[in-house]
């Protein structure tokens, strides 16, 4: 069944997406003069309340995400009440870094600026007018040389084991991932100016806020963080929200989830900033805050990772050695390009089957609370 949703490029998916989504909603185009990934969005129903789900921020992740769309679109949307759209938008936007998920990155490639491939989900929200004033982030510069140095699989594996084993514990561990500013050719680079990208995400949000909107509901399809059990296929599903436990989102996002078997994963050290730099869901709260209206944003997280402590290892790692590739070489070696590709989008058919599974409970309780009339 899950052939049905999945795709092999961009453009397949975009073709199913186009076709599912034209039979059930207002299809829109958001048209790029920079780069022929241009986003397909679809509006079902007319109300104030506005719930979203997009895909793709990171690229890879994307294939992923447009099969779960493409699922709801089946399998959801055609059972829909229309007293429920009254009440309520659906919207489901595709792939936002096309760039990445046809060439298999979660980054997308910024030839404007040497070719530094930049995380989407480090690119928004960050104001870009002053460099000198970019955020910083200290404890990723210790990593750096080391991430970015000449492959070599076990000798590199076991040096970031040993830097992982030194680190889990002071936060340089964790700050390789939350964005970086300095390195454009480092880990989680959030580059250098508004992608084009993002221009087309915000531009995309814009046109769904009408100025009737009561509320904005949003989730983001991902994958890569969590577990995945290969022999017995099954996968962990989480959803992530970016603020403390007591915050109203954290709270609205527990009682979306209760019920099911999907967790909630906080975030107590955002009590006085976002840990994560320049990701979308922050912005989005912030862009929309002086609406007076509830904003509530998540990321639906799939989990890759076949051993909970290598995993993040071996992730790091390859990020490296395609860095490195293209540095030295100008292009990624076909073996670390398969590790990356495996490593936010398993090729394993029960992982894919069971990533569907996991989220169509989300989409349950989602569309159950919309009935029910709990998300205001």
Not at 96 to 124: K, P, S, T, Y
Not at 129 to 155: A, F, G, I, V
Not at 280 to 302: G, H, M, S, W
Request: proline share 5%.
């Amino acid at each position: 069944m899950q052939d049905k949703y999945y795709s092999e490029n961009w453009y397949e998916a975009t073709a199913k997406f186009y076709a599912n989504a034209s039979k059930v909603g207002d299809v829109r185009w958001c048209v790029s003069d920079k780069t022929e990934y241009d986003i397909p969005y679809v509006l079902i129903g007319n109300g104030p309340h506005k719930v979203v789900i997009n895909s793709g921020v990171h690229g890879i992740e994307g294939y992923f995400g447009s099969a779960a769309q493409n699922m709801f679109l089946n399998e959801f949307v055609p059972n829909r009440d229309e007293m429920l759209l009254e009440n309520y938008t659906i919207v489901l936007i595709h792939v936002i870094n096309g760039w990445g998920m046809q060439n298999r990155m979660r980054e997308v490639r910024d030839f404007a600026h040497g070719g530094a491939l930049v995380d989407l989900n480090r690119n928004f929200g960050v104001d870009f007018t002053h460099p000198d004033k970019l955020p910083t982030n200290p404890k990723y510069d210790l990593s750096h040389d080391l991430l970015l140095s000449k492959p070599d699989e076990q000798n590199k594996k076991n040096a970031i084991r040993q830097f992982r084993d030194a680190h889990i514990k002071d936060g340089v561990w964790a700050a390789i991932s939350h964005g970086q500013y300095k390195y454009p050719y480092g880990l989680f680079y959030g580059g250098c100016v508004p992608m084009t990208e993002n221009k087309m995400t915000m531009n995309i949000y814009d046109d769904i806020m009408t100025p009737d909107s009561k509320s904005l509901t949003s989730i983001g399809l991902h994958t890569g963080l969590g577990r995945f059990w290969r022999k017995a296929g099954r996968v962990t599903g989480q959803m992530l929200v970016s603020h403390p436990f007591a915050h109203a989102n954290t709270q609205f996002f527990y009682s979306l989830l209760g019920g099911t078997d999907i967790p909630v994963d906080f975030d107590d050290k955002a009590v006085y900033k976002p840990t994560l730099l320049g990701d979308l869901v922050d912005c989005l709260e912030n862009r929309y805050k002086n609406r007076n209206i509830p904003i509530r944003t998540a990321d639906f997280e799939i989990g890759t990772g076949e051993f909970p402590k290598m995993s993040p290892i071996y992730k790091r790692m390859d990020m490296g050695d395609a860095r490195y590739d293209l540095l030295h070489y100008g292009e990624i070696n076909p073996i670390t390009r398969e590790h990356l590709t495996e490593s936010w989008y398993p090729s394993d058919a029960g992982w894919r089957a069971n990533a569907l599974m996991k989220t169509r409970s989300v989409f349950v309780s989602l569309l159950t609370n919309m009935r029910n009339g709990k998300i205001k």
